[in-house]
């Protein structure tokens, strides 16, 4: 664990601020889920929860069927990092963080289809993966992560097909973690 030097204080409600920069470097936004877990030695640990991680097994096996019938790399995220993919080493992007522009396009709550060749980068510091098709997984309201069919640098746009089915598997995924 690292030590940040930063100190603050527990007020008469039980609450602790935490720092504008740690929640800007670990990517916290107003009403995101944390866990929190206790060791014997007295500390307590804060960790981003992640719904869509629940399903990591579900969102596997869904990403592989996505991309036998879109033909094209899928994968399945949550606000954060990669949960699952089918199409490419699962090191290439699992657990891999997402960039700040496909950050940007999750904030949009919209359905987002590149119109030309896909230009805005999938992972975080990799000009290797593009997003070709984000549809949003919404569920009760909030943003829990994103269906995205991904492509290489050069790739055609986005068939309609793929569209369809990455709006049909977050609206699926959406439902399922409202149960």
Known sequence: ???????RRIDDLGRIVIPKEIRRTLRIRDGDPLEIYTEKDG??????????????????????????????????????????CAGVPKKELVDKPVSDEFADILDSRKLYAATESPSISFIGGSDEHYVSVAAPIITEGDIMGCVVFVSRAAANPPTEVQIKLASAVAAFLGKQMES
């Open 1 to 7: 664990m690292k030590a940040t030097g930063i100190v």
């Open 43 to 84: 500390e307590v640990i804060f960790k981003k929860y992640s719904p869509v991680g629940e399903l990591s097994d579900f969102a596997a096996q869904i990403c592989d069927s996505l991309y036998k019938t879109g033909d094209c790399i899928a994968a399945v995220c949550d606000r954060d990092s990669v949960i699952a």
